[in-house]
Protein backbone atom coordinates (compact mmCIF):
# COMPACT_ATOMS: atom_id res chain seq x y z
CA UNK A 1 0.00 0.00 0.00
CA UNK A 2 1.12 3.63 -0.67
CA UNK A 3 2.41 5.47 2.60
CA UNK A 4 0.27 8.47 2.85
CA UNK A 5 2.04 11.52 2.94
CA UNK A 6 -0.33 15.07 4.08
CA UNK A 7 2.13 17.47 1.96
CA UNK A 8 0.81 15.36 -1.00
CA UNK A 9 -2.88 16.27 -0.60
CA UNK A 10 -4.46 19.49 -1.35
CA UNK A 11 -7.52 20.52 0.60
CA UNK A 12 -10.20 23.04 -0.33
CA UNK A 13 -11.67 25.10 2.24
CA UNK A 14 -14.94 26.86 2.23
CA UNK A 15 -16.49 29.24 4.77
CA UNK A 16 -17.75 32.83 4.64
CA UNK A 17 -16.15 33.94 7.71
CA UNK A 18 -12.96 34.64 7.66
CA UNK A 19 -11.76 33.71 11.07
CA UNK A 20 -13.31 30.21 10.55
CA UNK A 21 -10.93 29.96 7.32
CA UNK A 22 -7.86 31.37 9.14
CA UNK A 23 -8.10 29.02 11.90
CA UNK A 24 -8.53 25.27 9.75
CA UNK A 25 -6.15 26.68 7.01
CA UNK A 26 -3.88 27.21 9.76
CA UNK A 27 -4.46 23.79 11.67
CA UNK A 28 -3.93 22.03 8.20
CA UNK A 29 -1.14 23.55 7.10
CA UNK A 30 0.50 22.57 9.91
CA UNK A 31 0.33 19.10 10.00
CA UNK A 32 1.87 19.46 5.71
CA UNK A 33 -1.66 20.09 4.09
CA UNK A 34 -1.44 21.80 0.95
CA UNK A 35 -4.39 23.91 1.22
CA UNK A 36 -6.70 26.62 -0.54
CA UNK A 37 -10.16 28.33 0.24
CA UNK A 38 -13.38 29.95 -0.85
CA UNK A 39 -15.33 32.58 1.27
CA UNK A 40 -18.71 31.39 -1.05
CA UNK A 41 -20.47 28.76 -2.77
CA UNK A 42 -19.74 30.21 -6.30
CA UNK A 43 -15.77 31.03 -5.36
CA UNK A 44 -15.90 27.45 -4.11
CA UNK A 45 -17.25 25.99 -7.00
CA UNK A 46 -14.98 27.38 -9.54
CA UNK A 47 -12.07 26.65 -6.90
CA UNK A 48 -13.12 23.36 -7.25
CA UNK A 49 -12.64 23.08 -10.89
CA UNK A 50 -9.73 25.23 -11.01
CA UNK A 51 -7.88 23.23 -8.36
CA UNK A 52 -9.02 19.51 -8.44
CA UNK A 53 -8.67 19.40 -4.59
CA UNK A 54 -8.40 16.08 -3.01
CA UNK A 55 -10.88 17.03 0.00
CA UNK A 56 -13.18 19.28 0.57
CA UNK A 57 -14.44 21.19 4.31
CA UNK A 58 -17.51 22.79 3.45
CA UNK A 59 -19.59 25.05 5.77
CA UNK A 60 -23.18 24.11 5.36
CA UNK A 61 -24.61 27.51 6.67
CA UNK A 62 -23.17 30.57 3.91
CA UNK A 63 -24.99 33.63 2.30
CA UNK A 64 -26.43 33.54 -1.32
CA UNK A 65 -25.51 29.48 -1.92
CA UNK A 66 -25.59 27.11 1.00
CA UNK A 67 -23.15 23.80 1.06
CA UNK A 68 -25.88 21.51 0.53
CA UNK A 69 -26.17 23.63 -3.24
CA UNK A 70 -22.53 23.96 -3.49
CA UNK A 71 -22.63 20.04 -2.54
CA UNK A 72 -25.37 19.22 -5.21
CA UNK A 73 -23.94 21.04 -8.00
CA UNK A 74 -20.14 19.53 -7.26
CA UNK A 75 -21.51 15.90 -7.62
CA UNK A 76 -23.12 16.74 -10.57
CA UNK A 77 -19.62 17.74 -12.27
CA UNK A 78 -17.97 14.53 -13.45
CA UNK A 79 -14.80 15.79 -12.65
CA UNK A 80 -15.50 16.71 -9.23
CA UNK A 81 -18.13 14.32 -7.85
CA UNK A 82 -15.19 11.45 -6.63
CA UNK A 83 -13.71 14.38 -4.51
CA UNK A 84 -14.75 13.52 -0.49
CA UNK A 85 -16.83 16.48 1.10
CA UNK A 86 -16.83 16.92 4.93
CA UNK A 87 -19.82 19.76 6.32
CA UNK A 88 -18.49 22.09 9.17
CA UNK A 89 -22.00 22.39 10.54
CA UNK A 90 -23.44 24.32 14.20
CA UNK A 91 -24.60 21.85 16.54
CA UNK A 92 -28.19 24.11 15.61
CA UNK A 93 -28.15 22.81 11.94
CA UNK A 94 -28.39 19.02 12.73
CA UNK A 95 -31.34 18.26 10.76
CA UNK A 96 -29.83 19.47 7.69
CA UNK A 97 -27.39 16.51 7.87
CA UNK A 98 -29.60 14.07 6.25
CA UNK A 99 -29.50 16.56 3.45
CA UNK A 100 -25.85 16.73 3.18
CA UNK A 101 -25.52 13.11 3.34
CA UNK A 102 -28.25 12.74 0.48
CA UNK A 103 -26.26 14.89 -1.65
CA UNK A 104 -23.42 12.92 -1.17
CA UNK A 105 -21.39 14.20 1.64
CA UNK A 106 -19.11 11.54 3.75
CA UNK A 107 -18.98 13.20 7.01
CA UNK A 108 -19.52 15.96 9.17
CA UNK A 109 -17.81 17.60 12.28
CA UNK A 110 -19.47 19.92 14.55
CA UNK A 111 -18.74 23.96 15.52
CA UNK A 112 -17.07 24.38 17.50
CA UNK A 113 -14.90 21.52 17.10
CA UNK A 114 -11.50 20.10 18.20
CA UNK A 115 -8.29 20.20 16.08
CA UNK A 116 -7.38 16.28 16.34
CA UNK A 117 -11.04 15.37 15.74
CA UNK A 118 -11.05 17.25 12.79
CA UNK A 119 -7.37 16.62 11.34
CA UNK A 120 -7.95 13.11 12.23
CA UNK A 121 -11.45 12.90 10.37
CA UNK A 122 -9.37 14.55 7.07
CA UNK A 123 -6.56 12.15 6.98
CA UNK A 124 -9.46 8.96 7.53
CA UNK A 125 -11.17 10.16 4.20
CA UNK A 126 -8.23 11.25 2.58
CA UNK A 127 -6.39 7.54 3.16
CA UNK A 128 -9.65 5.96 2.03
CA UNK A 129 -9.57 8.11 -1.23
CA UNK A 130 -6.08 6.96 -1.87
CA UNK A 131 -7.09 3.24 -0.84
CA UNK A 132 -10.26 3.55 -3.58
CA UNK A 133 -7.85 5.29 -6.08
CA UNK A 134 -5.06 1.88 -5.73
CA UNK A 135 -7.92 -0.59 -5.90
CA UNK A 136 -9.18 1.13 -8.98
CA UNK A 137 -6.14 1.49 -10.45
CA UNK A 138 -5.31 -2.09 -9.64
CA UNK A 139 -8.53 -3.24 -11.31
CA UNK A 140 -7.93 -1.35 -14.00
CA UNK A 141 -4.17 -2.88 -14.64
CA UNK A 142 -5.93 -6.54 -13.98
CA UNK A 143 -8.31 -5.73 -17.01
CA UNK A 144 -5.77 -5.00 -19.17
CA UNK A 145 -3.79 -7.99 -17.95
CA UNK A 146 -6.62 -10.12 -18.23
CA UNK A 147 -7.23 -8.54 -21.90
CA UNK A 148 -3.47 -9.07 -23.17
CA UNK A 149 -3.73 -12.77 -21.96
CA UNK A 150 -6.73 -13.05 -24.04
CA UNK A 151 -4.99 -11.50 -26.94
CA UNK A 152 -1.97 -13.65 -26.60
CA UNK A 153 -4.46 -16.69 -26.56
CA UNK A 154 -5.84 -16.26 -29.20
CA UNK A 155 -3.81 -14.24 -31.86
CA UNK A 156 -0.80 -16.13 -33.82
CA UNK A 157 2.24 -14.02 -32.63
CA UNK A 158 3.99 -12.98 -35.55
CA UNK A 159 1.01 -12.26 -38.35
CA UNK A 160 -1.27 -10.74 -34.96
CA UNK A 161 -4.37 -12.47 -37.04
CA UNK A 162 -6.55 -15.22 -34.60
CA UNK A 163 -4.99 -18.38 -34.40
CA UNK A 164 -5.73 -21.86 -35.51
CA UNK A 165 -7.37 -22.70 -31.98
CA UNK A 166 -9.65 -19.51 -31.56
CA UNK A 167 -9.89 -19.62 -35.19
CA UNK A 168 -11.71 -22.78 -35.08
CA UNK A 169 -14.01 -21.62 -31.78
CA UNK A 170 -15.39 -18.95 -33.83
CA UNK A 171 -16.27 -21.63 -36.86
CA UNK A 172 -18.16 -23.63 -34.38
CA UNK A 173 -20.23 -20.95 -33.32
CA UNK A 174 -20.91 -19.56 -36.72
CA UNK A 175 -21.72 -24.05 -37.78
CA UNK A 176 -24.10 -23.78 -34.93
CA UNK A 177 -25.96 -20.64 -35.71
CA UNK A 178 -26.13 -21.77 -39.74
CA UNK A 179 -27.61 -25.02 -38.48
CA UNK A 180 -30.47 -23.40 -36.18
CA UNK A 181 -31.28 -20.88 -38.44
CA UNK A 182 -30.43 -22.30 -41.89
CA UNK A 183 -28.04 -19.27 -42.63
CA UNK A 184 -25.65 -20.00 -45.75
CA UNK A 185 -21.06 -19.42 -44.63
CA UNK A 186 -18.53 -19.96 -46.62
CA UNK A 187 -14.87 -20.38 -45.92
CA UNK A 188 -11.51 -19.74 -47.46
CA UNK A 189 -8.52 -21.69 -47.41
CA UNK A 190 -6.03 -19.78 -48.67
CA UNK A 191 -2.13 -21.08 -49.09
CA UNK A 192 0.75 -18.68 -49.93
CA UNK A 193 2.39 -20.14 -53.60
CA UNK A 194 5.93 -21.50 -53.22
CA UNK A 195 6.49 -20.17 -50.25
CA UNK A 196 9.65 -22.49 -49.49
CA UNK A 197 11.57 -20.97 -51.98
CA UNK A 198 11.08 -17.65 -50.77
CA UNK A 199 12.37 -18.70 -47.32
CA UNK A 200 15.37 -20.84 -49.04
CA UNK A 201 15.58 -17.70 -51.15
CA UNK A 202 15.81 -14.19 -49.04
CA UNK A 203 15.93 -15.99 -45.45
CA UNK A 204 13.34 -16.76 -43.03
CA UNK A 205 13.31 -12.76 -42.04
CA UNK A 206 11.88 -11.91 -45.43
CA UNK A 207 9.68 -15.05 -44.77
CA UNK A 208 8.13 -13.57 -42.14
CA UNK A 209 7.29 -10.18 -43.52
CA UNK A 210 5.96 -12.12 -46.71
CA UNK A 211 3.45 -14.03 -43.44
CA UNK A 212 2.69 -10.68 -42.13
CA UNK A 213 2.01 -8.83 -45.45
CA UNK A 214 -0.56 -11.91 -46.59
CA UNK A 215 -2.13 -11.21 -43.62
CA UNK A 216 -2.65 -7.77 -43.71
CA UNK A 217 -3.99 -7.73 -47.14
CA UNK A 218 -6.53 -10.65 -47.11
CA UNK A 219 -8.03 -8.68 -43.65
CA UNK A 220 -8.35 -5.19 -45.55
CA UNK A 221 -10.80 -7.36 -48.15
CA UNK A 222 -12.42 -8.68 -45.44
CA UNK A 223 -15.46 -7.47 -43.86
CA UNK A 224 -15.23 -6.92 -39.97
CA UNK A 225 -18.23 -9.54 -39.11
CA UNK A 226 -15.75 -12.00 -41.19
CA UNK A 227 -12.81 -13.97 -38.88
CA UNK A 228 -9.37 -14.65 -40.82
CA UNK A 229 -6.68 -16.29 -38.84
CA UNK A 230 -3.41 -18.11 -39.48
CA UNK A 231 -4.18 -22.11 -39.90
CA UNK A 232 -0.37 -23.11 -39.78
CA UNK A 233 2.68 -22.42 -41.76
CA UNK A 234 1.46 -20.14 -44.47
CA UNK A 235 -1.49 -21.68 -44.79
CA UNK A 236 -4.64 -18.59 -43.51
CA UNK A 237 -8.27 -19.61 -43.33
CA UNK A 238 -11.12 -16.79 -43.43
CA UNK A 239 -14.05 -18.08 -42.70
CA UNK A 240 -17.27 -15.29 -44.40
CA UNK A 241 -20.54 -15.43 -42.26
CA UNK A 242 -24.04 -15.32 -44.47
CA UNK A 243 -22.15 -15.71 -47.36
CA UNK A 244 -22.86 -17.96 -50.20
CA UNK A 245 -20.35 -19.42 -52.82
CA UNK A 246 -20.92 -17.10 -55.16
CA UNK A 247 -19.81 -13.88 -52.93
CA UNK A 248 -16.85 -16.37 -51.35
CA UNK A 249 -15.27 -17.06 -54.89
CA UNK A 250 -15.62 -12.99 -55.43
CA UNK A 251 -14.00 -12.17 -52.29
CA UNK A 252 -11.13 -14.97 -52.80
CA UNK A 253 -10.44 -13.57 -56.01
CA UNK A 254 -10.26 -9.85 -54.33
CA UNK A 255 -7.73 -10.96 -51.80
CA UNK A 256 -5.74 -13.12 -54.77
CA UNK A 257 -5.45 -9.67 -57.24
CA UNK A 258 -4.59 -7.24 -54.15
CA UNK A 259 -1.62 -9.84 -52.93
CA UNK A 260 -0.52 -10.70 -56.53
CA UNK A 261 -0.27 -6.53 -56.89
CA UNK A 262 1.60 -5.96 -53.13
CA UNK A 263 5.64 -5.45 -53.65
CA UNK A 264 7.37 -6.98 -50.53
CA UNK A 265 11.04 -5.62 -49.70
CA UNK A 266 13.52 -8.42 -50.17
CA UNK A 267 17.33 -7.42 -50.02
CA UNK A 268 16.66 -3.86 -51.56
CA UNK A 269 14.28 -5.10 -54.13
CA UNK A 270 10.61 -5.69 -54.35
CA UNK A 271 9.56 -9.31 -54.34
CA UNK A 272 5.62 -10.29 -55.25
CA UNK A 273 3.98 -13.50 -54.02
CA UNK A 274 0.80 -14.80 -55.07
CA UNK A 275 -1.43 -17.11 -53.59
CA UNK A 276 -4.07 -20.24 -54.17
CA UNK A 277 -7.28 -20.06 -52.63
CA UNK A 278 -10.18 -23.06 -51.96
CA UNK A 279 -13.35 -22.06 -51.73
CA UNK A 280 -16.31 -23.98 -49.25
CA UNK A 281 -19.85 -23.28 -48.44
CA UNK A 282 -21.83 -24.80 -45.80
CA UNK A 283 -24.01 -27.77 -47.24
CA UNK A 284 -26.38 -29.31 -44.88
CA UNK A 285 -24.65 -32.50 -45.08
CA UNK A 286 -21.29 -31.16 -42.80
CA UNK A 287 -21.61 -31.97 -39.70
CA UNK A 288 -18.93 -30.36 -38.51
CA UNK A 289 -16.43 -27.46 -39.23
CA UNK A 290 -13.68 -29.98 -39.97
CA UNK A 291 -16.06 -31.34 -43.66
CA UNK A 292 -16.37 -27.72 -44.60
CA UNK A 293 -12.50 -27.88 -43.86
CA UNK A 294 -11.68 -30.80 -45.83
CA UNK A 295 -13.64 -29.89 -48.74
CA UNK A 296 -11.90 -26.13 -49.15
CA UNK A 297 -8.05 -27.76 -48.88
CA UNK A 298 -9.30 -29.73 -51.59
CA UNK A 299 -9.86 -27.13 -54.04
CA UNK A 300 -6.94 -25.51 -52.27
CA UNK A 301 -5.08 -28.65 -53.80
CA UNK A 302 -7.15 -28.32 -56.90
CA UNK A 303 -6.12 -24.66 -57.10
CA UNK A 304 -2.07 -25.98 -56.84
CA UNK A 305 -2.06 -28.56 -59.24
CA UNK A 306 -3.73 -26.29 -61.68
CA UNK A 307 -0.90 -24.05 -62.01
CA UNK A 308 -1.56 -21.69 -58.71
CA UNK A 309 -2.68 -18.10 -58.28
CA UNK A 310 -6.23 -19.42 -59.11
CA UNK A 311 -9.12 -19.96 -56.93
CA UNK A 312 -11.15 -23.02 -56.89
CA UNK A 313 -14.12 -23.53 -55.39
CA UNK A 314 -15.78 -26.80 -54.18
CA UNK A 315 -19.52 -26.75 -55.69
CA UNK A 316 -20.29 -30.23 -54.34
Do not use: W
Not at 237 to 252: M, N, R
Amino acid sequence: MTMFFPEDCLILVVDDVSKNLQVIVEMLQNVGYETTFASSGQQALERARAAKPDLILLDLMMLEMNGLEVCEKLKADLDLTDIPIIFLTASTEQEDLLQAFEKGAIDYVTKPFHAAELLARVRTHLELKLAREQLKKLLHEQKVLIQELERLATTDPLTKVFNRRHLLILAEQELKRSLRYNIVFSVLMLDIDRFKQINDTYGHAVGDRVLTVMAQVSLNCLRTVDFYGRFGGEEFVAFLPETDIDEAIIVADRIRENLEKTGILAQEQQIFITVSIGVASYHLRDDSVDAMLQRADKALYRAKNQGRNRVIADLL
